[in-house]
């Protein structure tokens, strides 16, 4: 398990546009922290912590020091301004080491199939995220998918990925994963045969808002995507 520490402070005046911007006008961003049956805490961390933790991956659990104490928490949402693209809002949600919880967890394709020089098999990636159930301490970053052993019309289910020890698959077990396929030559289309006369030439000539009302767009983890 990764684990990162930071400091942030608790913030009041929630939703008040002037109180939004000075706050991120010093480079730091407003967040939430909710869950845990416990009521959610308004708070302000640093935009190079935020960063640094999604840099590191949305599942690293993350300890927040506050003035009332710590909270363990993960990532659960990061929203970004339409314009700027810098974080303008973050969702933490506490989490209990002792607890297993369900999250998804990005698919990583790793090595090449023989096949893919061979005869210039494509890989086609369906499913890019998978479900899964875990302690906090055992869930994974990424799962990785070894492309090494598959040929030409043959594929990998979510059922065929090897978990690390003590993760769960909660998506469907027959969910298709990736393919590898090849395109069949394209037979060239024979030209229609037509008197000349008899044809007319034609013309084919026709033919989420945030607190202070941002226009906002969600990141993630680590986000690619399907959830399974």
Same mark, same amino acid.
């Given at each position: 398990?990764?684990?990162?520490?930071i400091?942030?402070?608790?913030?009041?005046?929630?939703?008040? #546009?002037?109180? &939004?911007?000075?706050?991120?006008?010093?480079?730091?961003?407003? =967040?939430?922290?909710? $869950?845990?049956?416990?009521?959610? /805490?308004?708070?302000?961390?640093?935009? #190079?912590d935020?960063?640094?933790?999604?840099?590191? $991956?949305?599942?690293?659990?993350?300890?927040?020091?506050?003035?009332? $104490?710590?909270?363990?928490? &993960? /990532?659960?949402?990061?929203?970004y301004?339409?314009?700027?693209?810098?974080?303008?809002?973050?969702?933490?949600?506490?989490?209990?080491?002792?607890?297993?919880?369900?999250?998804?967890?990005?698919? #990583?394709?790793?090595?090449?199939?023989?096949?893919?020089?061979?005869?210039?098999?494509?890989?086609?990636?369906? &499913?890019?995220?998978?479900e899964?159930?875990?302690?906090?301490?055992?869930?994974?970053?990424?799962?990785?998918?070894?492309?090494?052993?598959?040929?030409?019309?043959?594929?990998?289910? %979510?059922?065929?990925?090897? &978990?690390?020890?003590?993760?769960?698959?909660i998506?469907? %077990?027959? =969910?298709?994963?990736?393919?590898?396929?090849?395109?069949?030559?394209?037979?060239? %289309?024979? =030209?229609?045969?037509?008197?000349a006369?008899?044809?007319?030439?034609?013309?084919?000539?026709? $033919?989420?808002?945030?607190?202070?009302?941002?226009?906002?767009?969600?990141?993630?983890?680590?986000?690619d995507?399907?959830?399974?």
């Amino acid at each position: 398990m990764e684990e990162m520490n930071i400091t942030a402070e608790a913030r009041t005046g929630e939703g008040v #546009k002037g109180a &939004l911007s000075k706050i991120r006008a010093e480079k730091k961003v407003p =967040a939430v922290i909710y $869950g845990g049956h416990k009521n959610p /805490v308004s708070i302000t961390v640093s935009l #190079k912590d935020l960063e640094k933790i999604m840099k590191a $991956g949305k599942n690293t659990v993350v300890e927040i020091t506050l003035p009332e $104490g710590k909270e363990q928490v &993960l /990532v659960k949402e990061v929203q970004y301004h339409v314009v700027t693209d810098l974080p303008i809002h973050a969702d933490f949600q506490r989490v209990s080491l002792k607890d297993k919880m369900d999250v998804v967890v990005p698919v #990583k394709l790793v090595g090449e199939s023989p096949d893919v020089k061979a005869y210039g098999a494509m890989v086609e990636h369906i &499913l890019r995220e998978i479900e899964v159930r875990a302690l906090v301490s055992k869930i994974p970053h990424e799962i990785e998918v070894d492309m090494t052993p598959m040929t030409i019309n043959t594929g990998i289910v %979510a059922g065929d990925i090897k &978990l690390p020890e003590g993760v769960e698959l909660i998506t469907d %077990a027959q =969910a298709p994963v990736v393919h590898l396929t090849i395109l069949k030559d394209e037979e060239p %289309a024979a =030209a229609p045969v037509a008197d000349a006369a008899a044809q007319p030439e034609s013309s084919s000539t026709k $033919g989420k808002k945030d607190e202070d009302g941002n226009l906002t767009k969600n990141a993630a983890p680590a986000k690619d995507a399907a959830k399974k």
